[in-house]
């Protein structure tokens, strides 16, 4: 019941008004006429902020180095084995988990065409990396219908593919965190917060702006009871290092 216990006095549904959607055309025409870099960052940052603002849904996006468990914890929250998960690094594209009637998965291609299916098995073609850990090229966006209440309520999950493999999957994922209302980064118990994930929580995170951050410690089954507490307290100071901006009396950790 992870759902229940964390929206259930939660209105997901946003407020998108005419004036979000205006800034995001501006910034848009901006793009064109002062004819940003194709490759700059600040170029896919403006539409990562462009995407952002036209976004209706509450979008929840699951983040961390790959093989930490992402696709397992959308699926635990999803109740059922929607999203692709395996020991080698596996999710190879931003995978949108959107609300439909019955489970489906729509591919768009770069050719605008669209692939839809009924399941999720053809993830396993379009959304997973190769052999050579590369993303599939050919494809522009990969979305997932999913019959879960929260999904109905608006809230909208985001798989993403793992970091600190290849630079290509970095990008994406930066790119992508900037689109997102919500971040949860996923921790390895047995390894927490390596000197990587505290860099990228600060200058991906935090240096740009994203403050609403859920650390989600994973695989805590593998540790004894003993060191599962000790784990709950050095996250605690982790956390308690990095938070900012909160008038005093307020707390941010629960
Ligand atoms: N023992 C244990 N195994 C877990 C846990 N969470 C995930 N796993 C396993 O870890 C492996 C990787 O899980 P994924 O969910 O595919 O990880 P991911 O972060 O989505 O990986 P990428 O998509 O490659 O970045 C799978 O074999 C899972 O079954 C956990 O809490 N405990
Ligand atoms: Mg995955």
Known sequence: ?????????????????????????????????????????????????????????????????????????????????????????????????????????????NNNKIIEEEGTNILKKY???????????????VEVYCNHSLLKMGVEFLDLPGTNDREEQNKLVKDQLLTSDLIIQVVDARKLMTLEERENFRDWLLNRGINSVILVINFLNLLEPQE?????????????SFRSNLPSGFSNLY
Request: glycine residues 4%; proline residues 3%; charged residues 25%.
């Open 1 to 109: 019941m992870i759902d229940c216990l964390l929206f259930s006095n939660f209105n997901p549904m946003k407020n998108i008004d005419e004036n979000l959607i205006n800034i995001s055309k501006t910034l848009n025409n901006a793009i064109e006429v002062l004819a940003i870099d194709e490759n700059s960052s600040l170029k896919r940052d403006i539409l990562s902020l462009g995407n952002y603002c036209e976004n209706q849904n509450f979008r929840l996006a699951v983040f961390a180095p790959f093989n930490y468990g992402k696709s397992t914890l959308l699926n635990a929250l999803l109740g059922e084995k929607t999203l692709p998960i395996d020991l080698i690094p596996t999710t190879g594209a931003a995978i949108y988990v959107k609300y439909g009637e019955q489970l489906k998965t729509k591919i768009t291609l």
């Open 127 to 141: 959304a997973t990396l190769d052999d050579n850990r590369c993303m599939n090229q050919e494809v522009k966006s």
């Open 228 to 240: 599962q507490k000790d784990v709950y307290y050095r996250l605690r100071f982790v956390a308690e």
